[in-house]
């Protein structure tokens, strides 16, 4: 038996939270008790001119800021915390400030300015906010379990280490939620994370905490993970860029998770940013620093350029595009059509780019093999971790284990099974990208794919039920970048009178527009 109720280990956690947050000095500014469903705008109404203006700066321009001594690490990670406490009460998206820790170091890195006229690296004094799952020595990993509470890291995760050595600052924790397993951050022991454009809907997840974070500019780049779409949900739902790089690109270990260990889908660690230049700074900062010589499960390559991937023999640069409309198994709603109009229009009037059409295949099958692999024990671990405490089932939980019909305990030969089916289907999806190559032309095959991040903007809680556009990318091991294109527009998204459904699922998301225009 646990030693006490999981109501009681969960108003523990809620309480180290919130006295995190007293910490912060100045105080954090109280919100108004009825909070309006876009909240987005009440941080600038809150929070001085001065920390509006570095909140809502990018990376690359706070960075610049920093190793010229114009903005000090101290003054800037003091704005950071305040307008992530001021997050928390607005989208329920934090597990605990570090303001004593982050202070400190942040200080640490002014005087090293000062002393040493030079920056100490490529992100010297530069507030990132961290998933909860990912390991801070000291500080608890629970993986979004109850019973997992009391658990801490005895070390800092190895990606924290590669940022801590060019001169980053730790100040938050972000929310996770139970089993990690969800396209949206609820757990019992803090909540439900909400999506700041809308309080009604989801933040996404699993990386949810950081996404709403990040939204509200609460921090300007953090660090999340993705198995199945929890770096690239949060950032679609948010309106920010988020990165899902190539498995064993950057060291995952040190994060707390079950499944520890399995290869069938690889979970991956990476950015999540208000900028396109904050992912690409994370990235070089990490990979700069050859991390494949402390972990030897990591690609020993450096960062590629997109101008050298890019020339041709002749000196040209050429790209070509390809658009997936739908995977054939669910039709995105009318905002998602949109947008992918809008960029096609706009590709093809760029000089060296052409536009084709992407023919997808088997992405049924896909998430036959996905869920099959996702959790070969059984999800006995998830189940064992959420019985330990007697908490409740989440209902995403019971929506990614129990209602998913390939989820069962496999026996070896049957692991080997699936495992072979997936490298199957990895065969086949490569031989289909090499078909998009002409005959005459064999290096003109498609560049890239570009795709829904999901069948809807952010869907209401709860509602988060298709992964089949971010999964099937885990499953290829393909990375996979978001980018913000535009918002929901109720004049310009209409209803599709002449729908016709592909299947339960497609029909079960067709209905699910209709109920989104009542918010």
């Known amino acids: 038996m646990p030693s006490r109720s999981w109501q009681e280990t969960a108003s523990i956690a809620q309480k180290n939270r919130d006295q995190s947050i007293a910490e912060v000095a100045p105080p954090v500014p109280d919100v108004p008790a009825d909070l309006p469903d876009n909240v987005t705008e009440l941080p600038r109404k809150l929070l001085s001119a001065e920390e509006v203006t570095i909140t809502e700066s990018s990376p690359e321009t706070l960075l610049i ?83 997992w509470w009391d658990n801490k890291a005895t070390e800092d995760a190895p990606i924290l280490q590669f940022l801590w050595q060019v001169g980053c600052v730790f100040y938050a924790r972000t929310t996770e939620p139970q089993t990690l397993m969800h396209l949206e951050t609820s757990s019992n022991l803090y909540g439900e994370t909400v999506c700041p454009y809308n309080r009604n809907l989801t933040s996404g997840g699993s990386s949810g905490g950081e996404g709403s974070l990040i939204g509200l500019r609460g921090s300007c780049l953090g660090i999340g993970t993705d198995i199945g779409g929890s770096i690239r949900s949060p950032s679609a739902n948010n309106g920010l860029y988020g990165l899902r790089p190539t498995s064993y690109r950057l060291p995952f270990l040190g994060c707390a ?29 990490i990979i700069s620093q050859k991390p494949w010589l402390r972990d030897p499960s990591l690609l020993p390559f450096h960062w590629r350029d997109e101008k050298s991937y890019l020339t041709q023999r002749d000196g040209a640069k050429k790209l070509k595009v390809a658009i997936l409309w739908h995977d054939k198994v669910v039709q995105p709603h009318p905002p ?61 939980s019971k929506f ?102 592909l299947g339960e699922k497609d029909q079960w998301n067709h209905d699910l527009c209709g109920f989104l225009r009542e918010y």
């Not at 096609?344 to 997808?360: C, E, F, H, M, T």
């Open 65 to 147: 800021e920093l190793a010229s001594g114009k903005l000090t690490s101290a003054e800037v990670t003091a704005a950071f915390l305040r307008r992530a406490g001021l997050a928390q009460k607005l989208a329920n998206c934090i597990t605990e400030l570090l303001p004593q820790t982050a202070l400190e170091r942040a200080k640490y890195l002014d005087n090293y300015l000062s002393t040493h006229h030079k920056p100490i690296g490529p992100l010297h004094g530069l507030p990132i906010s961290v998933k909860e799952h990912v390991g801070m020595r000291g500080l608890g990993l629970n993986g979004g379990f109850v019973s």
């Open 257 to 285: 998770a079950t499944m520890a260990g399995q290869e069938h889908i690889v979970p991956v660690i990476g950015p999540l940013s208000t900028s396109l230049e904050g992912v690409k700074r994370f990235m070089q900062a």
């Open 336 to 396: 998602i059509r949109r947008a992918l109009e809008s960029l096609a229009s706009k590709l093809k009037a760029i000089q060296g780019v052409s536009v084709v059409d992407w023919k997808p295949r088997g992405h049924d099958f896909a998430w036959d093999i996905v869920t099959s692999l996702y959790f070969a024990d059984g999800a006995q671990e998830e189940k064992q971790a959420i019985a330990d405490s007697g908490e409740p089932w989440r209902p995403m």
């Open 400 to 501: 990614i284990i129990e209602e998913q019909p390939r989820v069962k305990k496999l026996t070896i030969p049957e692991l080997w099974e699936w495992t072979q089916k997936r490298e199957e289907y990895r065969m086949e999806y490569l031989k289909l990208w090499n078909e998009t190559a002409t005959a005459d032309d064999p290096d003109s095959a498609v560049d890239v794919i570009l795709c829904p991040v999901g069948p809807g903007a952010a869907p209401p809680l709860n509602h988060a039920r298709y992964w089949g556009y971010t999964s099937q990318w885990n499953l290829l091991d393909y990375p996979a970048l978001v980018f913000p294109v535009t918002k929901v527009d109720q004049e310009k998204d209409k209803i599709d009178k002449d729908f016709v459904s």
